[in-house]
Structure formats: structure tokens, C-alpha cells
């Protein structure tokens, strides 16, 4: 299972920005998917989630300015990021909780991780 992330770059603050995480390998189906960040010298931490009913939750700090959204035939999780600020820069990460179903009617579930792509907001 693979997360290809996409759409960093550098913008001004003020500015907006649109990720996308596309999911693609032997996936029977995905449940949650989440945004991370990390910020240089920080921990990374959980900026998004969205549930397969996209039910979706968001760190305060993000809150109002962030918008996680999924579209569930293309396997590909969205966060529009909207009136950024320089305390918004870091690589963003997206993961997803996904189940694979074997031809034997056993399953596997796992984490995916993207390989992350760098957002920086000028001041």
C-alpha cells in the first residue's frame, strides 16, 4: 500500500494551499484517513481526520482555516488550507487505516504513511 502526496510549495501568509494524498496497492477498503504535520525541531503532530462516513475532526490550532475531505472511489484524502500563517509551515504527512481482504476470506489491517511534502508560509 502506497500514499502519494501532492501540493505543497511556498506561499505567503494569507494564502491557501491544497493537499492531496492518493492511496493505491492491494486496498479491500480504507476507514480513517488523518494529516499530520512537523514542524523543524517538533514533534509531528495530528492536524485532520476524516472517518469513511467523513465525519472529520480538527486540531484547535487549524480550526476554521482547514478543510479535510476524501473522496472514497478515488482512494484520495484533500486538506484545503486557507488564511496560512508562518507557524503553519512543515512537512504534512497523510496516513491511512486500511484493511486488506485475502482470497481466503482472512484480512490484514495496516497504517500507510505518505512520504510527506513541505509547506512553507512566508511572512
Known amino acids: 500500500v502506497q500514499l502519494q502526496a501532492s501540493g505543497g510549495g511556498l506561499v505567503q501568509a494569507g494564502g491557501s494551499l491544497r493537499l492531496s494524498c492518493a492511496a493505491s496497492?492491494?486496498?479491500?477498503?480504507?476507514?480513517?484517513m488523518e494529516w499530520h504535520r512537523q514542524a523543524p525541531g517538533k514533534q509531528r503532530e495530528l492536524v485532520a481526520t476524516?472517518?469513511?462516513?467523513?465525519?472529520?475532526n480538527y486540531a484547535d490550532s487549524v480550526k476554521g482555516r482547514f478543510t479535510i475531505s476524501r473522496d472514497n472511489a478515488k482512494a484520495t484524502v484533500y486538506l484545503q488550507m486557507n488564511s496560512l500563517k508562518p507557524e503553519d509551515t512543515g512537512v504534512y504527512y497523510c496516513?491511512?487505516?486500511?484493511?486488506?481482504?485475502?482470497?481466503?476470506?482472512?484480512?490484514?489491517?495496516?497504517?500507510?504513511w505518505g512520504q510527506g511534502t513541505q509547506v512553507t508560509v512566508s511572512s
Open positions: 496516513a491511512a487505516d486500511y484493511i486488506h481482504l485475502n482470497q481466503d476470506s482472512t484480512y490484514e489491517v495496516g497504517r500507510a
Open positions: 496497492g492491494s486496498i479491500s477498503s480504507i476507514n480513517g
Open positions: 476524516i472517518t469513511k462516513d467523513h465525519s472529520t
